[in-house]
């Protein structure tokens, strides 16, 4: 099994940044691709971001990028989200995924962390 644990949210002013965190533990040698999903009050959770194992494939949201950027640093097993010029739109609690391998559903997901962005 892997477990994954997300930080870094927070409340930050429209505009602001923040980088969010998540770190792997257990059998982390089992994990490919991983992901960011968000799900805002009311909505369902959307796709914002994935990686690949080496982190030389990534994937955005169209309402995301160029704003946000995911990265990995598999000798510390943790995935980043670094999140700039954030909307009041950009609310939500947002959950690190990852994979057993490339292909397939996400199969492990964490208990994501909240990111508030007021006017």
């Known amino acids: 099994q892997v477990q994954l644990v997300e930080s870094g949210g927070g409340l930050v002013q429209a505009g602001g940044s923040l980088k969010l965190s998540c770190a792997a533990s257990?059998?982390?040698?089992?994990?490919?691709?991983m992901g960011w999903f968000r799900q805002a009050p009311g909505k369902e959770r959307e796709f914002v971001a994935s990686?690949?194992?080496?982190?030389?494939?990534?994937n955005y949201a169209d309402s995301v990028k160029g704003r946000f950027t995911i990265s990995r640093d598999n000798a510390k097993n943790t995935v980043y989200l670094e999140m700039t010029s954030l909307k009041p739109e950009d609310t939500a609690v947002f959950y690190c995924?990852?994979?057993?391998?490339?292909?397939?559903?996400?199969?492990?997901w964490g208990q994501g962390t909240q990111v508030t962005v007021s006017e």
């Open positions: 995924a990852a994979k057993r391998g490339i292909g397939g559903p996400y199969n492990y």
């Open positions: 990686i690949n194992w080496s982190g030389g494939r990534t």
């Open positions: 257990g059998r982390t040698s089992s994990i490919g691709n």
